[in-house]
């Protein structure tokens, strides 16, 4: 195994809010600290949500992580179990304002889901991207074999309009290029390969069910490629040129950390963007991008896409 089953001195601590909490399963109770790269931690993690929720209600075929834009599927979860993320080993809170913090056990179309409602940007917590993507372990070790992810993305793409819906057909992991990827560091083979192949990253047949889906229900819906940023600050004229030249469609600030450990535990991945501004390529224009105004169209276009969503989970077979 390596020495990468040894436990780093620098290991997550457990949440603040978790500290206060009085529950028996309480991870805090256990004193546990969490290294996300640690393999045997991650199973520790799933082990308390599986005491604190039930094993079968643990149990789930599909992970949806709801980025902006798709935060009502969460709250048309069947018999819904939630555990806020507070409670979860581990788990960092989450600020970002409109991200809740909670992860939610049920059925949807009719399949075994958990959904993440609230994600961990890699610009919250200081580009630890092996920190960000725990939830992702997580929901392998629940027993997940398709994520479902999405996100609020600016339209570089001179098709795109607010309140599209942009199918991922590939992306730019543009921190991974500069070395800030969830899989730099020492890699415990139980997670998974060491080079990870990400040619087919967005499954072809769930993009071709989703074109199906959509066509049927009069949704229109786009496919291009994603580029993510580190953030927070949104991007200049001057780099919105260049993901336009290297052929971005859309940016934003999420995803592809979630989507590459994805891959690596060969879980199968269908992704969008909801495109809630256009990016802007002039310096002389003055165009600016708020996170209210992101947020305002995520919330209009959001019930729209999580129906589409959960159509197009309705037909998935496993
Ligand atoms: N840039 C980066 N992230 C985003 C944007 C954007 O324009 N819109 C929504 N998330």
Do not use: W
């Not at 004193?31 to 640690?38: A, E, F, L, M, T």
């Not at 889901?113 to 929901?139: I, K, W």
């Not at 049927?216 to 819906?221: E, H, K, N, V």
């Amino acid at each position: 195994m390596g020495n990468c089953t040894q436990k780093l001195t620098t290991s997550t601590s457990l949440s603040p809010a978790m500290e206060n909490n009085n529950s028996p399963t309480n991870a805090a109770e256990h004193n546990q600290k969490i290294d996300p790269r640690n393999y045997d931690d991650v199973l520790s993690v799933a082990a308390s949500i599986r005491e604190q929720v039930g094993e079968d209600v643990a149990r789930a075929d599909l992970g949806i992580i709801c980025g902006s834009g798709l935060g009502p599927i969460g709250d048309t979860v069947q018999d819904a179990t939630i555990l806020p993320y507070s409670k979860i080993p581990g788990f960092p809170t989450t600020h970002v304002v409109g991200h809740k913090g909670n992860m939610i056990f049920g059925k949807l179309g009719g399949k075994k889901v958990v959904c993440l409602q609230g994600r961990f940007h890699p610009y919250e917590h200081n580009m630890d991207l092996a920190l960000c993507t725990l939830p992702v372990r997580v929901m392998h070790q629940l027993g997940i074999k398709i994520m479902i992810v999405s996100n609020a993305a600016g339209g570089i793409n001179a098709v795109l309009r607010h309140g599209d819906l942009m199918l991922i057909k590939d992306h730019i992991f543009l921190p991974a290029l500069a070395g800030f990827s969830p899989l730099v560091g020492c890699n415990d083979p139980r997670f998974g390969a060491r080079f990870v192949s990400v040619h087919d990253a967005y499954d072809k047949q769930l993009r071709q069910l989703a074109i199906d889906v959509g066509r049927r229900s009069d949704m229109t819906l786009y496919e291009g490629v994603y580029v993510m940023s580190g953030g927070p600050q949104y991007e200049s004229p001057a780099e919105v040129s260049l993901f336009k030249t290297v052929g971005a469609d859309a940016l934003g600030m999420s995803t592809c950390h979630e989507v590459t450990v994805a891959r690596q535990c060969g879980i199968k991945v269908l992704g969008f963007s909801l495109i809630t501004n256009i990016a802007n390529l002039d310096a002389d224009a003055s165009v600016e991008v708020s996170h209210e105004e992101v947020m305002d169209i995520a919330q209009q276009a959001g019930e729209r896409a999580s129906r589409f969503v959960s159509d197009i989970i309705t037909e998935i077979t496993l």
